[in-house]
């Protein structure tokens, strides 16, 4: 049992005796005292003022004295304007630190039939495109959520909705019509994504240039828009695709192929992946279904130009378009049909949609929507909603050409990776095997933990060299630390060191700090299911691992002499290893046991 919980059951067990009030032991939950205050635990006494009839302080101080009498865990305590700060004796926490040890899985909750199925969609690449840094962010942030969900005893199914068909598709396909004398991504030697992503930058540099002329020619820049060939043709493209015309549904077929050929690719070497893929061109008929089901019942409504509409007033916004005049759906649409399909292909409690910032006002119309469709969910949708990825030159444009590519950002961290890691001497005496290995897991990991560790509604300005770094806040400074801690108990096994018989060793005061922080782990990943925020999991974790260098630094281990000591110290090791292992594995993010 956790020392939480053992002060729980206490505190419960005293208000009764004390004042005769039934208080759950579960509805109880001791907080860490704040560091300026002395205790280890601390009970906040106030639910219990009203019906004792006496001051908070006067509560405090009699539930406190009954701890100290009765409870061989607490040595004594203080009470401070109504919180109990309780001190745990220094040998108890042997048991706290065993209790860790003989829990398998420590920290995460199984789930089991009758636990709630919770969906979570990230990553909605288009097939225009190859995955850039805002995907990264997208990526990590919605695998590292599942997995948190996950240890949080919920069912999870991880999906995917592929933005595979719109105007947008249609640009790359007729550029690679018109410019691309049938290559191929083998022909090229380029994987098919940036292949693809280079036949879209080239529609809109010939676009622009078409518009130029012209403007040129007196056109104002709205006539010039509607006036350009190149983007009627793409226009008559979509309409075609949308008429199944069997030469551009191939043309798109094959693209697509390429691309998906390539998001395979870099989904992999990212550490992320999906349960379920959905592709919006198997999703928006089924949209344009449930919008016309609603229109029959009265839900929506039509214009007289053709087009649908839902009215959005009597809560608080505007008109939503849903189908357009000519009956093509809108992003809207789609999504209605794509959580049509969901909830026909699983009974979900609960859907979580990891979507940036700037489409906010889209998931609170889609919320709307859905119940007002009949979805049971659609009312509690969750719109994860994360700030933007800057980089210190500002943002990044797709049309342009602009962004960071995803596959040449791991590229260039993982030989960043390689070039600071050999410089301080970490690599030495590796084969290249192992160099290659340990770089890749630094490079990417350091990716990771710089756009994870940040509270996931902020914008984030990201530098890569500031990710790599072994000191400070970073994903690599938590795997040295991860590797130091597996060289010390590889060396303890060398030299025929046993851990066992600590049991009655009273730990100091570095050793006591760094077993609550690990007592602190389970709730740290509840806090973080319930917030849906992997800061929490990634901050925890330095803070950890700062613990530990400090019990590191301060307490010797393998040169302790005290059998029992040098146990106790080595347990600690053992399991700050396999905590930090676990954390970080909530995050997508690998820890090396040798650099």
Same mark, same amino acid.
């Given at each position: 049992?956790s020392?939480?919980?053992i ?7 005293a208000?009764k ?9 579960e509805t ?7 560091k %300026? ?15 004792? *009839?006496?001051a ?9 004295a009954?701890? %100290?009498?009765?409870e061989e ?6 009470v401070v304007?109504?919180?109990l700060n ?6 108890f926490?042997n ?6 040890a003989d829990t398998?899985d420590y920290g995460?909750k ?6 709630p199925?919770?969906?979570?969609? @990230?990553?909605?690449?288009?097939t ?6 805002g995907?990264?962010r997208?990526? #990590?942030?919605?695998f ?11 069912r999870?199914?991880?999906t995917?909705?592929v ?14 019509q018109k ?5 191929t991504? %083998?022909?090229a030697?380029k994987?098919g994504?940036h292949l693809?992503?280079? $036949? ?6 010939h676009y622009?240039?078409e ?11 709205e ?11 793409a ?11 069997? %030469?551009?549904r191939? #043309?798109?077929e094959?693209?697509n192929?390429?691309?998906?050929a390539?998001f395979d ?5 990212m550490g992320?992946?999906f349960?379920?893929?959905?592709y919006e061109?198997e999703t928006?008929?089924?949209?344009k ?5 609603g229109?029959e019942?009265?839900?929506m ?6 087009s ?14 849903l #189908? *357009?005049?000519d ?6 649409t789609?999504?209605?049909g794509?959580a ?5 292909? @699983? ?9 940036g ?15 007002r469709?009949?979805?049971?969910w ?12 800057? #980089?210190? &030159?500002?943002k990044m ?14 590229d260039d ?10 410089e301080l001497g970490k690599?030495?005496g ?5 160099i ?7 490079g990417l990991?350091a990716?990771?933990y710089f ?6 509604r ?7 060299? &500031?990710?790599?770094? $072994? ?9 040295y630390?991860y590797? *130091?801690i ?11 060191m ?8 009273a730990?100091?005061?570095? &050793? ?7 007592a ?18 990634a901050?925890?974790?330095y803070?950890l691992v700062?613990s530990y260098?400090q019990? @590191?630094h301060?307490?010797?281990?393998l ?11 080595? &347990?600690?090791?053992?399991?700050t290893a396999r905590?930090v292992?676990t ?13």
């Amino acid at each position: 049992m956790s020392i939480d919980s053992i002060i729980a059951q206490a505190v419960s067990k005293a208000v009764k005796e004390l004042y005769g009030i039934d208080t759950p032991a579960e509805t109880i939950v001791p907080q860490a005292t704040r560091k %300026e205050f002395e205790g280890n635990l601390t009970v906040v006494v106030f639910p219990w003022v009203k019906a004792a *009839r006496k001051a908070p302080d006067a509560v405090g101080q009699e539930i406190g004295a009954w701890l %100290e009498a009765n409870e061989e865990a607490v040595e004594k305590f203080n009470v401070v304007k109504g919180f109990l700060n309780i001190t745990v004796a220094p040998k108890f926490w042997n048991s706290v630190l065993g209790h860790i040890a003989d829990t398998p899985d420590y920290g995460l909750k199984a789930a089991d039939a009758n636990s709630p199925l919770v969906m979570v969609e @990230y990553s909605s690449p288009n097939t225009n495109k190859p995955l850039h840094l805002g995907h990264i962010r997208n990526n #990590l942030l919605g695998f590292s959520l599942a997995e948190i969900l996950k240890a949080c005893g919920n069912r999870v199914v991880k999906t995917n909705i592929v933005n595979d068909r719109g105007i947008h598709i249609c640009k790359s396909m007729l550029a690679w019509q018109k410019w691309g004398e049938g290559v191929t991504p %083998e022909s090229a030697g380029k994987k098919g994504d940036h292949l693809i992503g280079d $036949f879209y930058v080239l529609f809109d540099k010939h676009y622009k240039a078409e518009l130029k002329a012209l403007e040129e020619q007196g056109m104002t820049k709205e006539e010039a828009e509607a006036a350009s060939p190149l983007m009627k043709e793409a226009r008559a493209m979509l309409v075609k695709w949308e008429q199944k015309d069997p %030469e551009i549904r191939a #043309l798109w077929e094959t693209m697509n192929s390429w691309v998906y050929a390539g998001f395979d690719e870099t989904y992999k070497r990212m550490g992320v992946n999906f349960d379920k893929i959905y592709y919006e061109s198997e999703t928006y008929l089924e949209g344009k279904g449930k919008v016309l089901e609603g229109l029959e019942a009265g839900k929506m409504y039509r214009k007289e130009d053709g087009s649908v509409w839902a009215d959005l007033t009597g809560e608080g916004l505007d008109h939503k378009l849903l #189908l *357009r005049s000519d009956g093509t759906s809108v992003y809207m649409t789609q999504d209605i049909g794509t959580a049509k399909l969901r909830y026909e292909d @699983y009974p979900i409690d609960k859907m979580i949609y990891v979507v940036g910032n700037e489409q906010n006002y889209h998931f609170q119309v889609l919320s709307i929507l859905l119940d007002r469709l009949g979805f049971k969910w659609g009312k509690d949708l969750v719109h994860f909603s994360y700030g933007m990825v800057e #980089l210190p &030159e500002g943002k990044m444009k797709s049309r342009e050409g602009t962004v960071v590519d995803a596959d040449d950002l791991m590229d260039d961290m993982v030989a960043t990776a390689k070039t600071v890691s050999a410089e301080l001497g970490k690599l030495d005496g590796l084969s290249d095997e192992e160099i290659a290995r340990i770089s890749e897991m630094v490079g990417l990991g350091a990716l990771k933990y710089f756009l994870l560790k940040v509270d996931p509604r902020k914008n984030i300005t990201f530098n890569p060299k &500031e990710s790599i770094d $072994f000191n400070g806040n970073t994903g690599p400074f938590i795997q040295y630390t991860y590797a *130091r801690i597996c060289s010390v108990l590889r060396k303890a096994e060398d030299e025929g060191m046993k851990i066992e018989g600590y049991s009655n060793v009273a730990p100091g005061e570095r &050793e006591i700090t760094l077993i609550q922080s690990l007592a602190d782990f389970p709730a740290t990943v509840q806090a973080a299911g319930q917030s849906y925020s992997p800061a929490l999991i990634a901050n925890y974790i330095y803070d950890l691992v700062k613990s530990y260098n400090q019990f @590191y630094h301060d307490c010797s281990i393998l040169k302790e002499s005290d059998a029992a000591k040098r146990s106790l110290r080595l &347990e600690l090791s053992r399991q700050t290893a396999r905590v930090v292992k676990t954390g970080m594995g909530l995050l997508g993010i690998e820890v090396p046991e040798r650099m």
